[in-house]
């Protein structure tokens, strides 16, 4: 008998985005983003600190997003989740069942791409 994931646990809403890069008239190079989709989500808070980087100090989140199973989610992408953006930084299948993918995202003045 397969294993029922509970949606309830699914109860926030992240939007995925890609990123589109495109060249300039004097070669710079800008980045905008597009949504791929609209998932509903469960975010899960893991470690903040703090730190310096050079004269400033820096702040990070880790943040764990367990989703129900996309193909085609890279740690290129990112997460907009309200007005907050999650940098994805490892793309877990667990148990390489394709239920469910844990989405290992960074969030943070470095991390605002």
């Known amino acids: 008998m397969a294993r ?19 060249a300039g008239n004097y070669g710079q190079h ?14 899960e ?23 129900r199973y996309q193909p085609n989610i890279t740690n290129k992408m990112r997460l907009k989740y309200g007005e907050r953006i999650l940098a994805i930084y490892s793309v877990i299948d667990s148990r390489e069942s394709h239920r469910e993918i844990q989405l290992m995202c960074k969030e943070g003045e470095a991390y605002a791409r």
């Open 4 to 22: 029922m994931i509970s949606a309830g646990r699914y109860n926030k809403q992240v939007a995925i985005q890609r990123p589109i890069h495109t």
């Open 30 to 43: 800008t980045t905008q983003w597009e949504d791929v989709t609209t998932v509903h989500a469960a975010v």
């Open 45 to 67: 808070p893991l470690q903040g600190r703090e730190y310096f980087s050079g004269p400033y100090m820096m702040g990070e989140n880790i943040i764990r997003v367990r989703i």
